[in-house]
């Protein structure tokens, strides 16, 4: 399959947690976690951004199957008034910003993030000056390449595992000693 390639002229976002606050129900307390407002707005952003792309382009949804995404963040570090000074928002780590966009892109470009079997991401710049963009690229998961791996470091792991012991192996439920 070909590389499908998109770009959102967005700021991304970090995957966050919403506020927590407790909640009471049949007399019980328990947590109750709200979305982060901000993530979700600019999920609903990307959502909006690659349906327009889709429907310009007539690119489908990715087919069911395994997917490989790649990803490259350019994000404007924005600076606001606080209530008593101008306040610069704090950089970010990379994993946030990934898992913020892969849950966006559920159900608009693949089916399901479960079924991502290769993914990485890129921080290209992370400024107060950085005009924003997310670039993406997406395809088919082709398959493990042992070569990725260097010969030394799977003689590493094959000697490593001739040194563990097995674990107790149980064949019938009636084996278990307890």
Known sequence: MTDLWFH?????????????????????????????????????????????FANETMLPMMEPGWYDLAFWFWRRRETYQGETRKVTKLPVDLTNLQKGLEDALQKVLFDNDRNVRHIESTLVEQDTETTPLVVIRAKHWEGFNEEEIPHDVWARIYEAQDAVEPLNQFSDAEDVPF
Request: proline share 9%; net charge positive.
């Open 8 to 52: 959102l002229h967005l700021n991304p976002e970090r995957w966050a947690t919403g506020q927590l606050s407790i909640g009471r129900k049949a007399k019980k307390i328990y947590p109750k976690l709200s979305p982060d407002p901000q993530l979700r707005a600019y999920q609903a952003a990307v959502k909006e951004e690659m349906m327009i």
